[in-house]
């Protein structure tokens, strides 16, 4: 395999936060469990709302870091324990710390699953990114996908389901279908579900009744 671990993927994506990201923000990776987990979730792209995004932030540059809505996903998924869920529910984003940071994503381990984004270009905001941006990083996920051996995939929102699968989804038309496909000789299972925060956060029910239903298959 081309990449040997995480850490050569780090560098990488350094490269091309240069590129496609804000020059004044770092490149958010991944995060979790990284020996074959359940379920890795697949995001879009991170912002400066992650923290861990700033120059100054010495931590791990985990997804999510600072904020509050995917949370209640993952907690509501049975995959966060209920005292740290509080504990994220009362802080503001810039009251974490590397310490809480690091609790959280133990937290993550201990469920058994990887967080990360398609795109980990970091941006200001949530804008669109083209499909040529996504398609840069689909290969060196795909690495992500190899090193970790995760159970099932699953792609949030139309964009990167389309990206990832080589055709177009729409996942209100294949809620529930698995796909398989082969990467580097291995094979992995996606699933296609709403993405459930920002301008998806209406749709968050959605994902989780399709997750759960995915989590009875495993």
């Not at 964009?159 to 094979?187: P, T, Y």
Request: net charge positive; with cysteine; charged share 30%.
């Amino acid at each position: 395999m081309k990449y040997k671990n995480m850490e050569e993927l780090y560098k990488v994506y350094d490269k091309l936060q240069k590129k496609y990201g804000d020059k004044n923000l770092d490149s958010i990776y991944n995060g979790g469990c990284t020996n074959n987990p359940d379920i890795c979730f697949v995001f879009m792209n991170p912002t400066m709302r992650n923290i861990a995004a700033e120059k100054s932030w010495e931590g791990p540059k985990h997804p999510w870091i600072g904020t509050k809505n995917i949370w209640t996903l993952f907690y509501n998924l049975g995959l966060l324990d209920k005292e740290l869920f509080d504990s994220i529910r009362e802080k503001k984003g810039k009251d974490w710390d590397y310490d809480f940071a690091n609790l959280v994503y133990d937290n993550v381990k201990k469920h058994k699953f990887f967080i990360t984004n398609l795109g980990k270009c970091t941006q200001v905001d949530a804008r669109p990114l083209d499909d040529a941006v996504f398609l840069e990083y689909k290969k060196y996920l795909e690495y992500e996908f190899n090193l970790i051996k995760p159970k099932v995939i699953i792609l949030f929102g139309n964009q990167v389901s389309s990206i990832m699968l080589g055709e177009k989804i729409s996942v209100s038309q294949v809620r529930k279908n698995k796909f398989v496909r082969e990467i580097n000789g291995e094979e992995f299972s996606f699933y296609s579900v709403y993405y459930p925060v920002g301008n998806g956060f209406f749709n968050i029910d959605k994902a989780i009744e399709d997750i759960k239903w995915i989590q009875a298959q495993l």
